[in-house]
């Protein structure tokens, strides 16, 4: 394995402020619970959904994790085999990467172009830290394959 990385930090920012809602809600319905046993009930049912979303969040950032190998792009989602996706690097045919509005590539949208046989598609890498420096190493990682698949000697750039 060449690199590995997971979601970059600032993918926290939406647990944290489910978890405000959460505090929020539980605190509104404490108060309310002597007054209105509606809205006590609702604000009860409201910090239950956003601690759900505060849980599921911070599963998706813990267990999305990205690999580049020296044969592949591996793609995990969970902590089972099967939520994962692997793309051979004779399927890549390029990868770039969007900039955020603020002309911002630390933190980015890798989209890569996956082509086998006649069918085309992309992959889209959501959230990427360092965006370009996981690019310039999928491109590096995959022209030293290329060279050494097809016995081309030279150098990546």
């Known amino acids: 394995m060449r690199v590995a990385t997971r979601l970059h930090w600032r993918c926290?920012?939406?647990?944290?402020?489910?978890?405000l809602l959460?505090?929020?809600f539980v605190s509104f319905a404490s108060a309310i619970a002597g007054v209105?046993?509606?809205?006590?009930?609702l604000g009860y049912l409201l910090a239950g959904a956003s601690l759900y979303q505060t849980i599921k969040s911070l599963k998706r950032y813990f267990l999305t994790q990205y690999f580049i190998t020296t044969h592949r792009l591996v793609i995990q989602r969970g902590l089972s085999a099967k939520r994962s996706i692997s793309i051979n690097f004779e399927s890549i045919t390029g990868c770039e990467v969007q900039r955020t509005w603020l002309g911002y590539t630390?933190?980015?949208k890798l989209t890569v172009y996956v082509q086998h046989g006649t069918q085309k598609g992309l992959c889209v890498l959501q959230n990427v830290p360092h965006a370009q420096a996981f690019s310039e190493e999928l491109k590096r990682t995959q022209y030293d394959f290329n060279a050494s698949y097809h016995?081309?000697?030279?150098?990546y750039r």
């Open 12 to 19: 926290l920012l939406i647990p944290a402020l489910y978890a």
């Open 106 to 108: 630390k933190i980015g």
């Open 22 to 24: 959460n505090i929020f």
């Open 36 to 41: 209105s046993t509606i809205w006590s009930f």
């Open 151 to 155: 016995g081309v000697l030279g150098s």
